[in-house]
């Protein structure tokens, strides 16, 4: 009894201090509906992480991962993009040694496109460099794709987005259209609009401690229509889901591979899911239905299973 008494302040205490760090956006506040309209990528609730799984294997950023979830019905794709030493994007997550294990010797950036095509993910899937990307777009030109770019400065971001532009622009300028960066922050917003006008964007709030409150803020001010969050984002900011559906904004949750996860995430107002499920997105969609009451007692069980995400969360934000 007594160790339950004390869980049960640990978690309200736990609550009330992200609370605080981060904010409430509470509903009786005045915002306006939002006035950008819903473009074709935004009726996708599914989107294939890292181009999807593929034979049990995620994160792979690979040819056969786009092939095998293309066909499964995807038309909205999630793509990793790092840079190599000779200035090349590359589809791939980071640079551990588990993707590309002859590669481990290279330490990351000092990879070139040359080694980085030459080598299978993880023994057996066929990497992809930005050049093949955009052929991919060409060729199958009824999909949109996001692109996570793991740049960390300024200039890295300009390096990254420029070069992007550029080859779309020698490729097919049409292709920036399907284009969608994932922006992490009103200073990447800037810096990457600056360089092309993307006509769709997310914002993705992985990177970023800021409170609901501007989040929202900050969504309404720049006319976005969808907004990607980490699952414990749910739990511990409540009001947030609610507030970006009143505006009109759309909320993907990544990564997501539970159906009954999806489906109490539903409940709470969540649009769309980022996912390594390797079913398709008509099967998903329908398994992860709502139910028609409020699971309470799922939320708090969901919300204790996050409860050490919830913790790095506040100790990375100290």
Do not use: C
């Not at 964007?201 to 229509?225: M, N, P, Q």
């Amino acid at each position: 009894m007594k160790k339950t008494i004390m869980l049960s302040l640990f978690i309200v205490i736990m609550a009330g201090m992200i609370w605080r760090s981060w904010g409430l956006v509470w509903s009786g506040q005045n915002q306006p509906a939002s006035t950008v309209g819903t473009s074709s990528w935004e009726e996708n609730r599914l989107i294939a992480h890292a181009l999807g799984g593929v034979k049990g294997a995620s994160y792979t950023n690979s040819y056969e991962a786009f092939i095998t979830n293309y066909n499964r019905g995807y038309r909205l794709f999630e793509v990793d993009l790092v840079q190599t030493m000779d200035g090349e994007l590359v589809a791939r997550h980071d640079w551990s040694q588990r993707l590309q294990p002859d590669l481990a010797a290279y330490r990351g950036r000092n990879v070139t496109k040359l080694q980085f095509a030459n080598s299978l993910i993880m023994g057996r899937f066929h990497p992809l460099i930005l050049p093949d990307i955009l052929q991919l777009m060409q060729q199958y030109r009824d999909f949109d794709l996001i692109v996570d770019t793991k740049a960390g400065s300024k200039e890295q971001i300009q390096q990254q987005f420029t070069h992007l532009v550029n080859e779309a622009r020698r490729t097919d300028p049409a292709l920036l259209n399907r284009i969608i960066p994932e922006i992490f922050s009103p200073d990447m917003y800037d810096t990457v609009m600056g360089i092309y006008p993307f006509p769709n964007k997310i914002y993705s709030l992985y990177k970023t401690g800021a409170s609901a409150e501007r989040i929202v803020e900050f969504v309404r001010d720049k006319h976005l229509t969808a907004v990607a969050m980490p699952e414990y984002r749910v739990f511990v900011n409540p009001n947030l889901v609610p507030a970006l559906n009143k505006l009109g904004v759309k909320s993907y949750v990544h990564t997501v591979n539970s159906k009954p996860v999806m489906q109490l995430l539903r409940s709470f107002g969540v649009y769309g899911f980022y996912t390594d499920q390797e079913e398709s997105p008509e099967e998903l969609m329908l398994a992860s239905a709502p139910p028609g009451h409020f699971d309470f007692p799922g939320y708090i069980s969901s919300g204790l299973a996050s409860i050490s995400n919830i913790v790095m969360k506040v100790r990375n934000n100290g």
